[in-house]
T-cell receptor, first 118, second 109 residues
Framework: GAVVSQHPSRVICKSGTSVKIECRSL??????MFWYRQFPKQSLMLMAT?????????EQGVEKDKFLINHASLTLSTLTVTSAHPEDSSFYIC??????????????FGDGTRLSIL | GQNIDQPTEMTATEGAIVQINCTYQ??????LFWYQQHAGEAPTFLSY??LDGLEEKGRFSSFLSRSKGYSYLLLKELQMKDSASYLC??????????WGAGTKLIIKP
């Protein structure tokens, strides 16, 4: 089945640090990947849709200069949280679907990155 | 607008059966997905329905009624490890997933 790898799984860093999270599709190509954020006991919130070779599409209220997305290849998307502050502490999860099999495919999730800003 | 509704929390007993309901409103419809999410982990795909009826997959089954905008996830022979949140998501005409807030299922011995 489709496998998505996300790295790192856990980050603890000081306020003001920039943090990069990688999301890779291991056994399929993904022209589109999705970045979610989830606060404790809350639902998944889509932050942005990452498009290979073009700009990401951000959801309303998500600062694109704060959350930089780069989708440089068909198997890799990165999310950089720039100048992170304590309020950015959250669980960040990426997902992708195997669009070569068609548009209607389940999204497969990476294991998530738990970000803690001190 | 687009909306997915599901109960916030449900409690069931080990060995029993539980049904988690979901109603949806999407702009166009390309199917209904169910995911399981254990605490502190990412969601995992459980099932997909696009035609009316019941899809059975082991202890888990999922049902869809397009005319009613309604789906349910049925879990049989509940085990303690089934304690998790269950997310309902509808796919709209742009192939975007609209997520419900999730139903936290608590299994008691």
């Amino acid at each position: 089945g489709a496998v998505v790898s996300q790295h790192p799984s856990r980050v603890i860093c000081k306020s003001g640090t920039s943090v990069k999270i990688e999301c890779r599709s291991l056994d399929f190509q993904a022209t589109t990947m999705f970045w979610y954020r989830q606060f404790p006991k809350q639902s998944l919130m889509l932050m942005a849709t990452s498009n290979e070779g073009s700009k990401a599409t951000y959801e309303q209220g998500v600062e694109k200069d704060k959350f930089l997305i780069n989708h440089a290849s068909l198997t890799l998307s990165t999310l950089t949280v720039t100048s992170a502050h304590p309020e950015d502490s959250s669980f960040y999860i990426c997902s992708a679907r195997d669009q070569q099999r068609g548009e209607v495919q389940p999204q497969h999730f990476g294991d998530g990155t738990r970000l803690s800003i001190l | 607008g687009q909306n997915i509704d599901q109960p916030t929390e449900m409690t069931a007993t080990e060995g029993a059966i539980v049904q988690i309901n979901c109603t949806y409103q999407t702009s166009g419809f390309n199917g209904l997905f169910w995911y399981q999410q254990h605490a502190g982990e990412a969601p995992t795909f459980l099932s997909y329905n696009v035609l009316d009826g019941l899809e059975e997959k082991g202890r888990f089954s999922s049902f869809l009624s397009r005319s009613k905008g309604y789906s349910y996830l049925l879990l049989k022979e509940l085990q303690m490890k089934d304690s998790a949140s269950y997310l309902c998501a509808g796919m709209d005409s742009n192939y975007q997933l609209i997520w419900g807030a999730g139903t936290k299922l608590i299994i008691k011995p």
